[in-house]
C-alpha cells in the first residue's frame, strides 16, 4: 500500500472539529477515472467552514479539507487524461463530502477534472475557486450587457479572494473599479489592482440601508451579503447587475422589491460548486486566456499545508487579503 500523507479533520465527541496531519494508504480515498498527485490546494472561506463546528459545508468526518487540488496526472482509466497531464480540480463535493487538496495523493472522476493547457498546477490552485469565482462573475456582468462606458462597478469584500481577483481583472478589461474594504492598509494594493477609487465598507456604520438610494453603480460583484449587498442593490443603477457569490458578512438580505421592479436590477447568483463540467472547462478556457489574472503573483502567498490550520483560523475573521496557495507535496 502507498503511503499518502494528508491532512484529516476529525469530530470528537464534543462536536469539535481537531485538523491533523496522518499518514494514510490509498485505500482512504474514493475510487476514480483520475489520479493526481497533489502539488498545490489553497484557502477559501469553505475550507474554513469544513474545519468549524456546524459550519455546515462538511458532510461527515474524517474528511481531508482541501475545496481546489491542482497537480499531475499519476494514473488514468480515461481516455480524456493522460499521466503528465497537468490538471485541476473543485467543485461539487470535493473537500466537503469527498477527501480534498490538503493530501499528497487525490482520486476523482474523469468529469471533475479540468486540463490545463498553459496554466502551471501553480497559478490554478492561486487562481483557484475564488478566481474561477470571479471570472464567472465578470461573464455574469457581461451576459446582462454591463460594458465599461456604462459607468463604476463596485466590488465588496475587494480585499478577498473573490473582490481581489475580481478588481484585477475588470480592470483589465477596461472597467472603472471602485473597491470596498475596511482593510486600511490594502488601499495601495488594490490600486496597484486596478481600482480606479478605494472606499471604506459599504453602508458605513451610520448609513441606513434606504429601499431606494441614489444610483451610483453600473454593476456590483459581491461576496459579502447582508447590510452590503442590500445597500449596494439600492444604489445600483437602471438596469444595473449584481453577481453575488458569497456571505462573508450575512446570509441574510434586507433588502426590498423596489430596486428590482422600479429600477430593472438584476440579481445574478454565482455557484461554483454545481456548474457542469463542460461550463467549468469553457471558463478555465478563459481564465487561460482573456480572464487570467494579471497581478496573481502580487497577491499571492504560499504556505506549507501543515501550517495551514492557522490561516483556516483566520480566514473566518477576515483575516487574510487575497489569495493563500497551500504547498502540498512538498509541505510536510
Known sequence: MTE??????HEDAEGA???RHEVVDESFLPDGDVEIRVEYSSVNYKDALAVTPKGGVARSYPLIPGIDVAGTVTASSSSEFAVGDAVVAHGQDIGT?????YAQVARYPADLVVKLSTLSPADAAAIGTAGFTAAMSVNALRKHGVTPSEGPV?????TGGVGSVSVDLLAGLGYEVVASTGKADAHDLLRELGAAEVIDRVPG????????GKSQWAAVVDCVGGKTLAHALSTLNYAGVAAISGLAGSADLPASVLPFILRGVTLAGIDSVLLPITQRREVW?????????????RITQDVP???VADVLGRIIGGGVTGRTRVVVHDGF
Not at 4 to 9: G, L
Not at 97 to 101: A, E, Q, Y
Not at 205 to 212: I, M, T
Open 4 to 9: 499518502i500523507n494528508a491532512m484529516v479533520a
Open 17 to 19: 472539529i481537531v485538523l
Open 97 to 101: 463530502g469527498r477527501h480534498g487538496g
Open 154 to 158: 463596485l466590488v465588496t469584500g475587494a
Open 205 to 212: 456604520p451610520e448609513d441606513k440601508v434606504r429601499p431606494l
Open 285 to 297: 478556457a478563459q481564465i487561460e486566456s482573456e480572464l487570467q489574472p494579471r497581478h496573481l503573483a
Open 305 to 307: 499545508v501543515r501550517e
